[in-house]
């Protein structure tokens, strides 16, 4: 009987069918709770974001009301608007919105129940994803210098309309944050290888009138169409400035406002115009406006852009942060105060290719890395004075590491894109991200 029993035992010992398919069952269990899991936190994060942005936009609408509005008036409003913004994914419960009145602003808390899927096994069945919003009163105003590229190849695949298109809607969704006068300023600064100021500016101080055109390339544009290369007067003046000297001073590339120093002036200029690689009398860009509250003065202007001449980007950013100072005659309704936020914005779809000194505005152009050297000393220069944020967009062979390096964040606020077809999710993007600086969490 000891050995029929120790046989027994033996054979026991050795039978593992059981315990490996316990092993899988337990191992298979664990990947599935790990899957599930991921999948789960992976709903919730994504809930998160989108709860997130609803009540972003939603004190964003509120702070506007009158600062005396009833808690109960508040709450019924911001119900309505978060409502409208935030739609709940299939499956998912309403959210719970609470609104909170305070003597510098608006406090909103929304807090939603997220269903699990696999770690529903475990008993629970949801997790609960709060996020929360305070938006203060009369500290949220913007400025925005809108900097865009009308250079000739903005004409091909559809490029100045889809541009336009992204303006428009931009100005759209902006003009729905005026509550009052001053609470968002536009400026518009459609640029080439010069920027048209307009002739308004024909009796400023801060232009001279004694420089000639100095690149022969251009030179050579402007002979075929009979125009002088020498310096207009004002009264023949059609409004175009070109870079200011590139000496020492680097006053285009620093961003200072003019002074009484004749090196500090804008160049006034003829506008140079193409059509097609080729000079065409009547087709000059499109005059800028200066910052200003009237929203649709610039809607107007960005819907008039013509496509025309090359590129040179160091204008076109340089003045475009000069709108965005009380000393230039560009600004002269810029804030000074410490609570308004300011931001440009610049687009373009291709490389530098010329300015007043260097560039036969073509892309095939050995000079155009002394262009491009002086577009990144102008960034450089305006990230180091953290005078705006800048966003840049680069479409085609404008997405590169130096439209990159000059975002004042290259990892969130460059936005490299491949058709025209993306330029208004681009800008849509762009306005989220001012949205987000705007109001604090």
């Known amino acids: 009987m000891r050995f029929a029993r120790d046989g027994l035992l033996s054979r ?91 003597a510098n602003g608006i406090k909103l808390e929304a807090v939603n129940d997220v269903p699990l899927s696999v770690l529903a096994l475990t008993g629970t069945n949801s997790w609960p994803v709060g996020v929360s919003s305070h938006t203060v009163y ?107 000297d590139d000496d020492y001073q680097d006053y285009d590339t620093k961003g200072d406002a003019p002074t009484t120093a004749m090196e500090s002036k804008y160049v006034a200029a003829y506008c140079h115009y193409y059509v097609g690689g080729y000079p065409v009398a009547g087709q000059q860009i499109t005059a800028m406006k200066a910052l200003t509250t009237d929203l649709e003065s610039v809607r107007a202007a960005s819907n008039s852009m013509i496509p025309t001449g090359a590129t040179n980007i160091t204008i076109g950013l340089v003045t475009g942060l000069a709108t965005l100072r009380a000393d230039t005659p560009f600004g002269a309704q810029s804030a000074t105060d410490t609570f308004t936020n300011k931001f440009v914005i610049v687009f373009t779809d291709g490389h530098n290719t010329q300015n007043r000194f260097k560039g036969n505005g073509y892309d095939s152009n050995p000079e155009s890395p002394q262009v491009d050297a002086r577009f990144s000393k102008a960034c450089d220069n305006a990230r180091s004075s953290a005078r705006a944020v800048i966003f840049t967009v680069g479409i085609g062979d404008g997405a590169n590491d130096l439209l990159r390096s000059c975002a004042t964040d290259p990892a969130a606020y460059y936005f490299p894109i491949t058709s025209a077809s993306q330029i208004g999710a681009a800008f849509e993007a762009i306005l989220g991200q001012i949205t987000k600086i705007r109001t604090s969490r």
């Open 12 to 102: 026991f010992a050795q039978r593992q069918d059981g315990a490996v398919a316990l092993m899988f069952g337990l191992v298979g269990l664990v990947l599935l709770m790990l899957v599930g899991g991921a999948i789960d936190y992976s709903r919730a994060a994504n809930e998160r974001t989108r709860l997130q942005s609803a009540i972003d936009a939603t004190g964003l609408a509120l702070v506007h009301l009158p600062s005396d509005t009833s808690a109960a008036v508040l709450s019924q409003q911001a119900l309505a608007f978060f409502s409208g913004v935030y739609k709940p994914s299939p499956g998912f419960p309403t959210p719970r919105l609470t609104t909170t009145q305070m």
């Open 138 to 244: 009369g500290k949220n105003k913007i400025e925005i210098a809108l900097v865009l590229d009308n250079s000739g190849s903005m004409a091909i695949d559809g490029k100045i309309t889809a541009l336009k298109n992204a303006v428009d809607n931009l100005i759209t969704r902006l003009s729905s944050l005026v509550a009052n006068p001053g609470d968002v300023k536009l400026s518009l600064v459609p640029f080439n290888t010069q920027v048209n100021i307009g002739t308004g500016y024909a009796n400023s101080t801060a232009l001279r009138w004694d420089v000639d055109v100095s690149n022969p390339h251009i030179r050579n544009y402007i002979k075929n169409l009979g125009i002088s290369r020498y310096a207009p007067i004002p009264a023949n003046w059609p409004g175009c400035v070109s870079d200011r």
